[in-house]
């Protein structure tokens, strides 16, 4: 298994691993018409964090076996498609990183492809000063993130097409600072 970031080249290869994704494991979850609405409108390839090297690729067999990242950016998720993006980055010491877009080919499901994944942008949040990482999970998503250490906070209905789509806010702490970290962090200098 080899996780790297992805290359904007692939991002063709990678909207259709999206949407095969979509359409085969969120059967159960959403209707095959909610799946369409997020397909056109939501999921996708956010070509930012492409380029900015958070979005990431696994490759198994020699093929792309699922994607997912991390970003510091402001926008939660959605696609280059998603009207509601937000511009800019967040501060670390403020704000949360954000996990997005997570999609595995189906061929290669309950493989530990996402659980990799998952533990790379993590990783990579935190060296990146992070504490905290929240998401906007799929309802398929949300058992995965849930036995990840992820907490569900309400649900987030959005109309598209007229169709409404759930999603669920998670949060997750990655690390807590040292007491000593803290007390070094905020003592005045004499």
């Not at 992805?6 to 018409?33: F, K, N, T, V």
């Not at 501060?91 to 877009?101: F, L």
């Not at 990783?123 to 504490?131: D, I, L, S």
């Not at 097409?161 to 807590?176: H, N, Q, S, Y």
């Amino acid at each position: 298994m080899i996780i790297r970031p992805a290359r904007s080249d692939e991002i063709s290869a990678i909207e259709q691993l999206i949407a095969a994704s979509a359409r085969q494991l969120s059967s159960g979850y959403y209707s095959p018409q909610e799946t369409e609405a997020a397909i056109a409108h939501v999921f996708g390839v956010d070509s930012e964090l492409v380029a900015d090297g958070t979005y990431l690729v696994v490759e198994l067999d020699g093929r792309i076996a699922g994607c997912g990242g991390w970003s510091r950016r402001a926008t939660l998720f959605g696609s280059d498609r998603f009207a509601q993006r937000q511009m800019g980055f967040v501060d670390p010491a403020e704000a949360p990183a954000k996990i997005r877009a997570f999609f595995i080919a189906p061929e290669f499901a309950r493989r530990g492809i996402g659980s990799a994944l998952l533990d790379a942008c993590e990783q990579a949040a935190r060296a990146a000063g992070f504490t905290q990482a929240e998401l906007m999970a799929t309802l398929p998503g949300v058992p995965f993130y849930a036995a990840h250490g992820y907490r569900a906070e309400g649900e987030f209905v959005q109309q598209y097409d007229g169709i409404a789509l759930r999603f669920v806010p998670m949060r997750k702490t990655l690390f807590e600072p040292s007491p000593q970290a803290a007390a070094s962090d905020t003592a005045v200098p004499t």
